[in-house]
């Protein structure tokens, strides 16, 4: 939690240390920033947030982070110290990502966007030797990797596996909608589904539906209009497996 709001930037306070004029502004003002989001304002008809309230906690957000990355390097000093690495499977992965003005939105809600999407994911398995994946997975096959972990050393039909991240080339996110916010601007009155490849993204609000060309537009600021069988007839394009092709196609119908 050291990553969410207000972003505790030390072990010791929410505020930043009073050395130097910036971090003494960005104390004053993120009371007000803070307060100013609050009960889904970012959510409303005529939300603004000013640049420097805006970057202030951006600021507040990245200490939080190198604060997480100090206790985690910590962690795996005595981790490793202690020999519990050798036999012990860890995951460093997060739940969300954080906007600060990205689509006009901010914190971690009504979004599917990739900026709340694509989060770390870091794996040590004792048994496998480091490597880079590129593959697209999700978050939603990590119960399945933990469930063998504890089981079985076998990583097949896993996260770890390749020719299991072959036959699951489209990660599938969801976002249901927070129905008790009169004055929400109409787009976020829904719930939100998005399948996801390495070059393609759908997403469906409600019965609408937009594309993202993620190669042309990976900041997915120019949405296209879709609908599920043309994505469907892109993945094919790209010679992904046909049963999840199949199966995301059926999950977005429903």
Known sequence: YDVHAP???????????????????????????????????????GFELGERSRASLERRYHAAIELMDRKVEEFFAAAEADGALDDTLVILTSDHGEAFGEHELFLHDASVFNTHLHVPLWIHHPSLPAETVDDVVTTRHLFDLMRNAASTSATTGTLLDADFRAQEPIARAQHFHYPHLESMKPIYRHDAATAITASHKLVRRGQDFEYFDLDADPGEQNPQTCGIEEFARLCREDSLPAEAIRNVTKWLSA
């Open 7 to 45: 972003y505790p930037p030390t072990l010791e306070s929410i505020l930043r240390p009073f050395d130097s004029l910036e971090a003494a502004l960005d104390n004053i003002r993120f009371p007000w920033a803070l307060a100013h989001l609050g009960r889904h304002a970012y959510l409303q008809e």
